[in-house]
């Protein structure tokens, strides 16, 4: 059975750190393209960053290029997401999520398997 839970989110101020994880069972990571999508309120769901797992290119978001990192541990089969310098507009719940094997606009193209969402709130 193919599940993603993640856990890590919660209430920062703006400029901390977070570190989002979402534990895979059911398939391997490496065989997927896999990432992590965000929703703010009232905002459509869009992409964060995303590991093809054709080539192991990364991509970001424009909006947390230099200040996110994704990362993936093999042997326990979890990818995580870094979030450094956080800013009150990266408010929303946070997917993490896997697809096809590359990417598309900054997330896995065509994903088909979620995570159950966690809350990230960046304020003061």
């Known amino acids: 059975q193919v599940q993603l839970v993640e856990s890590g989110g919660g209430l920062v101020q703006p400029g901390g750190s977070l570190r989002l994880s979402c534990a895979a069972s059911?398939?391997?990571?490496?065989?997927?393209?896999i990432g992590w999508f965000r929703q703010a309120p009232g905002k459509e769901r869009e992409g964060v960053t995303c590991?093809?797992?054709?080539?192991?290119?990364?991509y970001y978001a424009d909006s947390v290029k230099g200040r996110f990192t994704i990362s993936r541990d093999n042997a326990k089969n979890t990818m995580y997401l870094q979030m450094n310098s956080l800013k009150p507009a990266d408010t929303a719940v946070y997917y993490c999520?896997?697809?096809?094997?590359?990417?598309?606009?900054?997330?896995?193209?065509?994903?088909?398997?979620w995570g159950q969402g966690t809350q990230v709130t960046v304020s003061s």
């Open positions: 999520a896997r697809g096809l094997r590359h990417c598309s606009n900054y997330g896995p193209y065509e994903p088909d398997y």
């Open positions: 059911g398939f391997t990571l490496d065989d997927y393209g």
């Open positions: 590991i093809s797992s054709i080539d192991g290119r990364i």
